[in-house]
């Protein structure tokens, strides 16, 4: 059996990344494959643990270098304990964000420079990248009160002002444009089964195109 496929979600708050994550998979496994489905931070007891540190609210607030080196503290752990042992076994890896996630908030949203987060995505991740990336793009304003709808307490990030998002968004458009190889926009304003159409069509595109894996 060969390396399995690598498939990343991105999105703003409010994009649907979870019900599309369970729409793909669902389409993944009706094509005969064998998924692991994991997120970002998390995916090990590690990064889970260091998500509940990125995600809680801190009145002392953290820096923003200090949360970009904590979300490669739990990628790190996440791809060589779960993403890459999965690909190694021929399993297709489904994952809610990625590094993709890391330029659009910390690099977009927080300003960091982009040159360091590839320097450490190439340092800690061995050039390690996702095969197909799909992002669910909306406007902030609907994506924010699609998150409001839903949701009890904001976390850290999801506290953030429509403005923060606005960066995040516009980084992930650039990066959309920028590796036009990995990258499918996905407009995700759309009535649902309209996304779920186009999602499927990429999604079935792609396993057309890596029927050996």
Same mark, same amino acid.
């Given at each position: 059996?060969?390396?399995?496929?690598? &498939?990343?979600?991105?999105?703003?708050?409010?994009?649907?990344?979870?019900?599309?994550?369970? +729409? $793909?998979?669902?389409?993944?496994?009706?094509?005969?494959?064998?998924?692991?489905?994991?997120?970002?931070? !998390?995916?090990?007891?590690?990064?889970? @643990?260091?998500?509940? /540190?990125?995600?809680?609210?801190? /009145?002392?607030?953290?820096?923003?270098?200090?949360?970009?080196?904590?979300? +490669?503290?739990?990628?790190?752990?996440?791809?060589?304990?779960? &993403?890459?042992?999965?690909?190694?076994?021929?399993?297709?890896?489904?994952?809610?964000?990625?590094?993709?996630?890391?330029?659009?908030? @910390?690099?977009?949203?927080?300003?960091?420079?982009?040159?360091? $987060?590839?320097? /450490?995505?190439?340092?800690? /991740?061995?050039?390690?990248?996702?095969?197909?990336?799909?992002?669910?793009?909306?406007?902030? !304003?609907?994506?924010?009160?699609?998150?409001?709808?839903?949701? @009890?307490?904001?976390?850290?990030?999801?506290?953030?002002?429509?403005?923060?998002?606005?960066?995040?968004?516009?980084?992930?458009?650039?990066?959309?444009?920028?590796?036009?190889?990995?990258?499918?926009?996905?407009?995700?304003?759309?009535?649902?089964?309209?996304?779920?159409?186009? &999602?499927?069509?990429? $999604?079935?595109?792609? $396993?057309?195109?890596? @029927?050996?894996?």
């Amino acid at each position: 059996m060969g390396r399995g496929c690598f &498939i990343s979600v991105e999105g703003i708050e409010g994009a649907g990344k979870s019900t599309q994550l369970k +729409f $793909i998979q669902q389409l993944l496994e009706s094509a005969g494959k064998a998924v692991t489905v994991t997120r970002e931070p !998390g995916g090990t007891p590690l990064g889970e @643990q260091i998500r509940t /540190l990125l995600l809680t609210p801190r /009145l002392e607030g953290m820096s923003a270098e200090t949360e970009l080196l904590l979300m +490669f503290a739990a990628r790190v752990e996440h791809v060589r304990q779960v &993403i890459s042992p999965a690909l190694a076994r021929g399993r297709w890896v489904l994952c809610d964000r990625f590094t993709g996630a890391s330029y659009a908030y @910390q690099g977009g949203g927080r300003g960091l420079p982009l040159a360091r $987060i590839e320097a /450490l995505e190439h340092w800690a /991740l061995n050039h390690l990248r996702p095969d197909l990336t799909l992002l669910l793009d909306v406007p902030v !304003g609907v994506g924010l009160q699609r998150a409001a709808s839903r949701r @009890q307490q904001p976390d850290r990030f999801e506290q953030e002002q429509a403005g923060f998002f606005e960066c995040v968004r516009k980084a992930y458009l650039s990066l959309a444009k920028e590796r036009v190889d990995e990258f499918r926009l996905i407009d995700a304003s759309m009535p649902l089964p309209e996304v779920q159409e186009a &999602i499927q069509q990429v $999604i079935m595109a792609f $396993i057309e195109a890596n @029927q050996g894996a």
